[in-house]
């Protein structure tokens, strides 16, 4: 009997929903566990979807004296011993309530390989990381990173944020408001760019148990809104969200986006169709980013800010050579002046003596 050819696409539709039903499962999980538990389901399955573990991650690390200021730093092992590679500082989420940076640590598996060395970031949690302390925190991880980086592999001229939901906030808030990196003694261009996922950005009057444990102390409250620090000269920012979040508003990230591109600023919004709070932060992890947009979007940007640093710095260098060239030009030559000889030595026999 003739066998009869299989299907094509027949082990992809497996796969595919297989994938699917672990995606279903997982965000039942996510949203039925305990807090402490959910931070850590995507790491964990990302870990066993991640055929090659080939990072060294180091941590973690104290930046402070607080059990919640640490941070881990992943790079990947294939990475050159002696290359400053750009540097990926993540802040999580978890309603500046819960979550842990040992809990993202897929963020720096699938970020690392692509050539970042990356800091995942942790910060005091409510009631004692209520409003400010989480920024504290956050801008005391970035100077330790500029400070340290480099022995790790970073380079600490090209440091990026990058947070979700609450992390998001921090990350969008030390970018735009310099008080808290300028409060470290961090010069204004220490942060080249900032990606802020599904973040709160105006969230004014405060909803939610979340929002009142974090900020309910805060005065003024409109001091606590990143909102009001838009500004041209801000860091390029990429802002996305997820069309279906019920959980922190889209239109955080369509008014934030209106007031820095009203002055200027560098600023791109991304609006993810069939995409929510949570499985916007999926997509960085195996086996989720299937759909590859959330992760597409992020790197496609780290990229193009890396590949804009680097013709500017090119630029910068071509500059001072053309400047030293002028000031060579102008400058009027310079005229070559010697002492005076001394006269001829006379021989000892004829040296008259003085007086008479």
């Not at 931070?39 to 930046?63: C, M, Q, S, W």
């Not at 970042?116 to 400010?132: D, H, T």
């Not at 500029?146 to 947070?163: E, F, K, S, T, V």
Request: charged share 25%; with cysteine; net charge neutral.
């Amino acid at each position: 009997m003739e066998k009869k050819p299989k299907e094509p696409g027949g082990c992809c539709l497996v796969q595919m929903i297989f994938v699917l039903a672990l995606t279903i499962l997982a965000y039942n999980l996510y949203h039925g566990v305990w807090p402490d538990l959910r931070h850590h389901l995507l790491d964990k399955a990302d870990l066993a979807f991640t055929f090659r573990n080939d990072v060294e991650v180091r941590g973690p690390i104290a930046y402070g004296r607080h059990e919640d200021q640490v941070l881990t730093i992943t790079r990947s092992e294939a990475a050159r011993s002696d290359a400053a590679l750009p540097v990926l500082v993540f802040f999580h989420g978890g309603s500046w309530a819960n979550g842990s940076p040992e809990a993202y640590g897929f963020i720096g598996r699938n970020f690392a390989p692509r050539g970042f060395v990356v800091v995942n970031a942790g910060y005091r949690l409510v009631p004692e990381g209520r409003y400010p302390a989480m920024l504290a925190d956050s801008a005391a991880a970035v100077k330790w990173t500029a400070q340290n980086i480099a022995r790790y592999g970073g380079d600490p001229d090209q440091i990026y944020l990058m947070g979700h939901s609450a992390g998001a906030y921090n990350a969008v808030m030390l970018g735009l408001n310099r008080r808290w990196t300028r409060r470290l003694g961090l010069p204004d261009d220490t942060i080249d760019g900032v990606i802020g996922l599904a973040g709160p950005y105006d969230f004014l009057p405060l909803e939610g148990e979340g929002m009142k444990n974090a900020f309910g102390e805060a005065k003024p409250l409109a001091a606590t809104q990143p909102i009001r620090f838009a500004r041209k000269d801000a860091p390029p920012m990429l802002l996305i969200t997820g069309a279906d979040d019920e959980q922190v508003s889209p239109d955080n990230v369509r008014k934030l986006y209106d007031a820095l591109a009203a002055k200027g600023a560098p600023v791109r919004r991304v609006v993810l169709e069939d995409i929510g709070h949570i499985t916007l932060v999926m997509g960085l992890a195996k086996p989720f980013d299937y759909d590859r947009r959330v992760k597409d979007e992020v790197s496609g940007f780290l990229r193009e800010q890396i590949r804009d640093a680097a013709r500017e710095r090119v630029r910068s260098e071509r500059r001072a050579r053309e400047m030293a060239a002028t000031r060579d030009a102008d400058s009027p030559p310079t005229r070559e002046v010697r002492d005076p000889a001394p006269p001829a030595a006379q021989a000892s026999g004829d040296i008259q003596p003085a007086g008479g």
